[in-house]
């Protein structure tokens, strides 16, 4: 229950700080307090929407002195609610800009402590409550992701926005290949399956941090920088691919055909999958003979780029495609190839860089947690402090991982890859009892010894209701649209394999499951194992798939099966497999003390004790955080909002 806080108490607040306070009775409140999941109510009082961490160190020392609870809200707490669940909503929307450097030639990098806290060069006019809420929205629209999968859902007809806010056109070029491998698009699960396989085949914008949904697979070919004049080039004819191989369309002696105007990676074998480096990369924007691409090979393994805890995914993601750094080129110029931050597959806030973050570049380049470097961040007692490897140690293990639950993060800095081509797609079927067993075994097999270039998932979502429910295989080598007031649940598990009978029994339960489920299977491994001075614990890390159910549902619908089919399926179904518990970005609403403490394993012992040295109070306890200030188990409704 929330506190009452009386006049002169906001009265003392906005004297003290520069940003924007709003109370519940006026315009804006709502705007700023509300999240995707709608199945949430906030009880707090005031919004408080600060400009920087001086802002934030002082919104700290009131609610210590006045005894009140802050949550902030900053991207990866909406589902359990835990932003909005505080005395207090802190707001990070206009803690923004984003900047990129180079590594100097020692590898070092421009400290947070000398860089102004707005980046050097991409300061963003921040929008008002309404219009980033709405903004929000736009970023998990379902018809974004796949044409494909809209029109089969719904049948024919216009996409319900335009791409609006995403990457310029030069950065936003659609390609059509006519001929993509057809282990990509038109692979069968078994002679005589009665389901029918759709594919899909558009491409967007070269952004591979984020995506725009959970549920909503991306359908991209390819993407590349500016275009061209457009022209496309003669196709060679693409070899068979060998049988006992199901990546040999990956490797080098298998063309994959390209308009001129493309950019096209050039991809290692197999054997250089534990080695790999940024291989030269094929340009096709410069005006050169037919037939003759220039050759661009990066200047540098990893970038660095700064940016505010304001900032989403999809924002920085746009930033670092537009602003390439060098390469060395073939033709002796060029614009330049783009570096992106490895972040989390599903569209979330800056958060992410704490918490977790498995996306797209995960199995290549480690979690989001991995390639952080700096991180400007308000303590409990209002202190701002830069920690890094060097400055405050015990904390930088601790945050990485389960930074929300120890401090407020303002600014961060992370490092960034060159990805200059990405080529993925769908394989969608309609979803049938008999046939998803050995389709989803299919899926299994396949992915065993993956480069760690390639992420993979298959998914298993039902709906809408007169429509078929889909199996959606998505890959992606080197949203649907939630709409706000609808309710999520998520529930997410490592798992150390994939035996037939859990698919078999996995697929059973689906087929019973409510509209607007989804069940997810990502291939995890790669570079994620590479990586121990976490709090994140190595048995976590060498799991084979993160797996997850998504589940929404509309407001005025009571199903019971809408939470209890994630629960049995999760803690049931494939509890033989387990690895410890998910991955902390992936932890929901409700979640029992048990399963957060399974996150950190054999770590949750020195969690504890950092936490009580830098939070004695449990000042940040809205949060994932399960225990009390005395160190006690308290249920999770204790320290979520309520459901209305």
Known sequence: MSTIIPKQLYDELGSSIRGDIYTRNEPGF??????F??????????????????DISKIVLFCNKHGLSPSIKAGGYGTAGWAIGGDIIVDLSKIVGVDIEPPNA??????LKDSNDKGEEGTFVTPSGKRRRQEDIDLRRYDQASQAVATFLRGPGPMSISLQGGPPP??????????????VHSRQISSGSDSTTLSSSSSTSNEIGSSDGPGSPSSTVATSPSPGDGTESPRPSVPPLRASDPFGYLKKDTPICAPLSVAQTSYPSLSMQRNWTPSPTVFGNHPLPPGQLALAEPLHPHAYVTFGAGMRQKEIDTYTAQHQLEARYSNGSGEGVPYHVPFSAHPVGSS????????????????????????E??????????????????????????????GIATRYKAKAYPVPVVFAGNLIYRFHRATAPSLIKHFRDCVKGAPRELYANVLLTAGPAGKDSLVVVQMC??????????????????????????INETVMNFADTPVGCTWLFELAGGAIIDFEDTCVPKSQREASFTIAALHQWEMDVDDDRCVDSAEEWIAGTLKPVHQGGPFPSFLGRHEPPERVKACFGSNWERLCEIKKLYDPNNLFRNSFWPLNAQGENVEAYTHEPPTP
Not at 170 to 183: D, F, G, I, K
Request: net charge negative.
């Open 106 to 111: 020692d590898g070092s990098y421009t400290s």
């Open 477 to 502: 080598y080197i949203g649907t649209r939630e709409q706000a007031g609808r309710q999520w649940f998520i529930r997410s598990a490592l798992i150390t394999s994939l035996p037939d009978d859990l």
């Open 37 to 54: 999941n709608g199945n949430v109510k906030t009880m707090s009082q005031v919004i408080v929407v600060p400009l920087d961490a001086s």
């Open 30 to 35: 709502e705007d700023y307090s509300t999240i």
């Open 377 to 406: 961040m308000v303590l409990a007692d209002g202190r701002i402090i830069i920690v890094s490897e060097e400055e405050h140690p015990d904390l930088w293990w601790a945050i990485r991982g389960a930074g929300p639950a120890l």
């Open 352 to 375: 992410i860089m704490i918490l977790g973050g498995f996306g797209f570049l995960s199995r290549l380049r480690g979690l989001s947690i991995d390639n952080l470097v700096e991180v």
């Open 170 to 183: 030069n950065v936003r070029r659609r390609v059509e290949v006519t001929q993509a491998p057809s282990v």
